[in-house]
């Protein structure tokens, strides 16, 4: 047996003699010695194999001068006992070894512990070259980086490295805060790392959506008793129209109604919104480009000779669906129609654009695929039995929400439909579709979740916590399922698991009349637009903000 084998024998007897008794058996209580963090064979440590105990001390850094026992003079015949101890073999020391620790008390064995313990832990990350070192702490999940910054100076520096908190960040798909705070961290010459800021930060609202926030939200009242039928909401901005022919301007900082959009002689239907340019379509046949900062009407758009149902906004271009059975492409900056969408034999419901294809659904139970440059219907997808309400379109796929309560995923660029969902029971009235995941609300009071490859049901969303009414919107972000309904409630729900977390908003009517129309999300921040159809509940807008700590860390 080699060096090490002996001296890690010995330290396993002395150790055991403390955790049991001279007689082997454990002691009732009472703490025991623990080998500390970072305990490593000593193999690894070191390049040259030490040949005694100074040889160790002195390959592990320390001094070979150490404190010694001056309890009196040695005893004597001490150097000749050492001398036969030096002339026998190994295994007849590791022999003597054990027979002497039998006989050591206790107060002698920790003295042997206090010499021997502290050559088997080592600082392995202080002994490395940093890049080393951050290269074995990438392999840390971010609490256990947390936890290592605790641990000393230097383990706190290189836990802090911007770069490591930066790929943390990024295995989580944080970069938009990142950047904007890393440009704020530099004007305030601060050395926390941003990229650990913002990961943080991350995680705090992540708690603050599944957990909630005991503060009551934000009212904004200004639609009198009308019902708010599209809501938009950018940046610090929320824009909300209304059956009142007008749409009014919010801060969502303050709640203040800071301008009313008016100029349409009928209600607001739809409305698309892209940083603080805001397009709305009216039961006046007109589209109308506002300035949501001046509060100005840029251009009103006339052609169409029915209301306006529907609209998508992609860059620029802004695609319009009427009752006139027809669809048009208008330039925003100019306000000039480029081109109109012939095809459709009913009232155009829905569209979607994606800046190459349009995409519409109408009354006549058809979803349509539109060239917008040659204005050529490139297919007329058939298959539903009803009204087709609803319509998402990544490029790819093209799905389609029907009153026959079926929902078809359908090949773009064939036209063919590849799945037909089933298992709703009535109208599905809002849909969305984000890598390939499908998130469907119905009128039969449920959400669910789908994979449109292939056509399976991931989950329900109902159970005991259900929505007890029609589902009238739905978004899903941040692994969430947002859910709005007629039973004046908006319902959180896990995307992976399907599992109900718990009502983010309830108003006091619900039940008896009280309604959730709308809902509008961004990271940090939800908007619902909410009333009644009976006098139950004002007309109003909620807004709950779930970056409160940072807010108030900022302002402080």
């Known amino acids: 047996m080699g060096f090490y084998g002996t001296l890690k024998l010995i330290f396993y007897k002395m150790k055991r003699k403390l955790d049991h008794g001279p007689d082997g058996r454990p002691f009732p209580s009472g703490k025991k010695h623990c080998k500390g963090n970072g305990y490593l064979s000593p193999s690894s440590l070191v390049q040259a194999?030490?040949?005694?105990?100074?040889?160790?001390?002195?390959?592990n850094g320390h001094s070979a001068?150490?404190?010694?026992?001056?309890s009196g003079p040695p005893p004597s015949g001490l150097q000749d006992w050492l001398h036969i101890f030096q002339a026998w073999s190994g295994p007849e020391r590791l022999l003597a070894l054990d027979e002497l620790i039998d006989r050591c008390e206790t107060s002698q064995v920790?003295?042997?512990?206090?010499?021997?313990e502290p050559q088997f832990q080592r600082d392995f990350i202080s002994l490395l070259p940093k890049e080393l070192a951050l290269y074995v702490l990438t392999f840390l999940a971010p609490r256990d980086l947390l936890q290592a910054a605790q641990t000393c100076r230097y383990w706190r520096i290189l836990a802090e490295d911007n770069l490591l908190w930066r790929e943390k960040c990024r295995e989580e798909g944080i970069s938009e805060w990142a950047s904007s705070r890393r440009r704020k961290y530099a004007r305030l010459g601060t050395a926390v790392s941003p990229w650990k800021s913002a990961y943080i930060r991350q995680h705090r609202i992540e708690n603050n959506w599944r957990k909630g926030d005991t503060r009551e939200p934000m009212v904004l009242k200004g639609h009198d008793d009308h019902?708010?039928?599209?809501l938009q909401f950018s940046g610090d901005l929320i824009v909300s129209g209304s059956d009142d022919n007008t749409l009014k301007v919010w801060s969502a900082i303050t709640g203040k109604c800071l301008r009313t959009l008016t100029g349409h002689t009928g209600g607001v239907w739809c409305s698309q919104m892209a940083v603080a340019?805001?397009?709305?379509?009216?039961?006046d046949r007109t589209l109308r480009v506002w300035d949501a900062e001046s509060g100005e009407c840029v251009h009103t758009l006339y052609g169409h000779t029915s209301t306006v149902r529907c609209m998508h906004l992609h860059g620029n271009r802004v695609v319009s669906g009427s009752r006139d059975t027809t669809l048009r492409v208008w330039d925003v900056s100019t306000g000039r129609c480029e081109h109109v969408l012939t095809g459709h034999v009913a009232a155009v419901r829905c569209v979607q654009y994606d800046g190459r294809r349009v995409v519409s659904g109408g009354y006549d139970y058809m979803v349509k695929v539109w060239d917008p440059e040659t204005e050529a219907c490139l297919h007329t997808l058939q298959g539903h039995t009803n009204r087709v309400y609803s319509l998402q379109f990544d490029g790819v796929f093209v799905v389609s929400g029907s009153l026959d309560t079926s929902i078809r995923v359908w090949d773009a660029e064939t036209g063919g439909c590849v799945h037909t969902?089933?298992?709703h029971q009535s109208l599905t009235s809002g849909m969305e579709l984000r890598d390939n995941i499908l998130v469907s609300g119905n009128a039969d009071s449920t959400v669910r979740v789908w994979d449109v490859r292939t056509g399976q049901c991931l989950h329900t969303?109902?159970?005991?916590?259900?929505?007890?009414?029609?589902?009238?919107?739905?978004?899903f972000c941040r692994g969430l399922v947002l859910s709005s309904s007629d039973d004046g409630t908006v319902k959180l729900w896990d995307l992976r698991t399907g599992a109900w977390l718990r009502d983010v908003v309830a108003l006091q009517s619900r039940g008896s009349g009280g309604v959730v129309w709308r809902i509008r999300a961004s990271d940090t921040r939800l908007v619902c637009a909410a009333g009644s159809r009976n006098g139950t509940e004002e007309t109003k807008l909620l807004v709950l903000d779930?970056?409160?700590d940072d807010k108030k860390k900022e302002t402080d």
């Open 277 to 283: 340019t805001v397009i709305s379509g009216s039961t």
């Open 227 to 230: 019902v708010i039928t599209c």
């Open 461 to 475: 969303l109902q159970g005991p916590n259900k929505h007890q009414s029609a589902v009238t919107c739905l978004q």
């Open 65 to 70: 001068q150490r404190r010694r026992v001056t």
């Open 110 to 116: 920790k003295h042997m512990m206090q010499v021997i």
């Open 49 to 59: 194999t030490p040949t005694t105990f100074g040889d160790l001390r002195l390959a």
């Open 421 to 423: 969902l089933t298992g």
């Open 546 to 548: 779930f970056d409160l």
